[in-house]
Each structure stands twice: as C-alpha cells, then as structure tokens.
C-alpha cells in the first residue's frame, strides 16, 4: 500500500498527541507530555503558528507524523529547517514511512532555501542513528545542547 505525506489539519490534532505519547514512552519518558489536544490546536493551526507538522499515512490510516519549525542561521545567511519530532508507529516501521517524512521535509527545507535540515537523536537510539546515516546525515559531534526549562528558565528570566 502506498505512503502519503500530507500537511496536518487541525482535525489531526488528537491523532498528533496519540504519536506524541507513543514517541514519549519509546524515549522512556511515558509521563513527560504535558501536551493537550487543545494546545497542539491553538499552537499548530491557530493565529500565532510558529510550528508545523505533517502526516504520513498508509491508505486511510495514520501511521506517522512530523513537527517541525524553522530557525535561521546568522553564519549561513539562511533560514534552516528544524525537525522537533518524527515518530512511525512500531507495528508500521519498516515500510518507508520514516523514510518518505524525512523527503518530504528536506524537498521542503530545498524548496524554501533553507542552508540546513536539523534534528538531535538520543545517543541510545541506535535504530534512529542508524537510519539517520543510511540517508547521509552525519552526526555534529562537537555542539552540547543546553537547556533552561521550568522553574530555572522562568528565575533566570526574572533575574535582575
């Protein structure tokens, strides 16, 4: 059955949060999602949209989804396309669904002229690495993530 990449409709928006939760306990993180139906409406297809998201399916069904956003790049001179999150359903991997999302967003990230197509894998996933250098992505090894969250982020904010 064939693959279809379509762009999210604000009536996908509970399907979204089902692969939300399913990537959150594949990254052992089954109760880190504090997303909601109601915020993935407002934050993915309101007024103020700074993110978006695709759907694959396989013939009527849903069996995957990516979110994405772009970011720019002050070196390059050039936007960049930023890919949050992309999850297939385990009972679907193996089809090319994984396969066919990440084309779609770098025919997506060319069409736009972006200078990059970026995401982070958890050092783990040995599944999701592997995949990502069979399609010639290669790892930045010298970049750290950092992260303010929650409490921290709003204190430093609040700091005179």
């Known amino acids: ?3 279809t990449i379509r762009p999210a409709q604000i009536q996908d928006a509970a399907t979204i949060l089902h692969f939300i939760n399913e990537l959150a306990i594949y990254e052992k993180e089954p109760d880190a999602v504090k997303n909601t139906v109601q915020d993935i409406e ?8 700074r993110a978006h998201a695709v759907i694959c399916e396989q013939g009527d069904e ?3 989804f990516a979110v994405y ?3 720019y790049s002050t070196w390059l001179g050039k936007y960049g396309l930023y890919l949050e999150d992309l999850y297939v359903a385990q009972d679907k991997r193996g089809a090319g669904a994984g396969k066919a999302l990440m084309k779609h967003l770098a025919q997506l990230a060319v069409q736009k002229e972006c200078g990059r197509f970026e995401w982070v894998v958890l050092d783990w996933n040995k599944p999701a690495i592997d995949f990502y250098q069979s399609i010639g992505a290669e790892p930045q090894d010298e ?4 992260r303010l969250t929650g409490q921290a982020l709003k204190d430093f904010a609040e700091q005179p």
């Open 1 to 3: 059955m064939s693959l």
């Open 143 to 146: 970049w750290i993530i950092y």
């Open 62 to 64: 849903a069996i995957g």
């Open 42 to 49: 407002k934050k993915l297809f309101g007024d103020d949209v």
């Open 69 to 71: 956003f772009f970011n």
